[in-house]
């Protein structure tokens, strides 16, 4: 299952910047950007978006990867009682 640090750093590497450079565009320390994209720390939604925003990501297609990964994770799961749709 992708993680939002994983998709974070698939599409800051994506679009071929660095750490350091993402730090600058979006405003954030770039030792807090190493810390979410190695997944030590939660980012907050207004990180999230401040990132979105700098990697020119739109952050409802962020939501939509996530819930896609979230349901094959449930999906495969046979501790879990109730099976969500999953959509292709």
Do not use: Y
């Not at 750093?9 to 979410?36: F, P, V, W, Y």
């Not at 979105?52 to 409802?60: S, T, V």
């Not at 501790?79 to 969500?84: S, V, W």
Request: proline letters at 6%.
């Amino acid at each position: 299952m992708k993680t939002l640090s994983q998709i974070i750093a698939e599409q800051r590497e994506a679009k071929k910047i660095t750490q350091a450079q993402l730090a600058t565009l979006s405003g954030i320390n770039q030792a807090h950007i190493s810390r979410i994209e190695s997944g030590k720390s939660k980012p907050t939604m207004p990180t999230v978006f401040r990132i979105c925003k700098a990697l020119e990501f739109d952050p409802l297609f962020l939501a939509d990867i996530l819930a896609h990964e979230f349901r094959l994770h449930i999906a495969n799961d046979p501790t879990f009682k109730t099976k969500l749709p999953v959509s292709k």
